[in-house]
């Protein structure tokens, strides 16, 4: 069964520098990959996919996430943090028509 | 911009008492999920509907939980009786693909639920 691991409860970043906020997964096929962001009371937002193709993704907001397939991972990135980029970041994976199954999340921080 | 509705926003309802959450999905999405989301985890799927029929709902607790999705367009989560434990956020989520492994999901507002 597919599996996704976030290894960090939290991430700080000053505003202005560079974000990376990290995800590994664990499938036995191609996998299908995704990026959500939820704000306080809301539900999660689309930020971006890897599904084929193109390793390094562009998304939503000016983030992108590489894939790489020989380290299992799919970190989310961006070149210069905002403060209103502070949001909880959930990973996702789907291998074929199986569920989609969620991080448990990583809480960023940007400090103005 | 068509979005995914959800009500109530918010519930607070004693234990032992009955709970229903609505979803209508995005016009012409297919697919229709269930989420529940403790504080400070990620979601985790209840329950996967394809038009009006389940495709998965291996993690329902059936025994007080029931969904529906009669005529495969809206959908309800039903909650009977309701314990302590059930207090988390409830995510209604839809996608266009047809069990196609591609397509991102689309989620609502979630309906928060604190059982007293």
Redesign the interface.
Known sequence: AQSVAQPEDQVNVAEGNPLTVKCTYSVSGNP?L?W?VQYP??????LL?Y?TGDNLVKGSYGFEAEFNKSQTSFHLKKPSALVSDSALY?CAV???????I????TRLHILP | EAEVAQSPRYKITEKSQAVAFWCDPISGHATLYWYRQILGQGPELLVQFQDESVVDDSQLPKDRFSAERLKGVDSTLKIQPAELGDSAMYLCASSAGQRTGTGELFFGEGSRLTVL
């Open positions: 299908y995704f959500y009371n809301r539900g999660l937002q689309f996919k599904i959930f789907r291998e074929g028509d199986d569920k989609i969620f991080g448990k999340g």
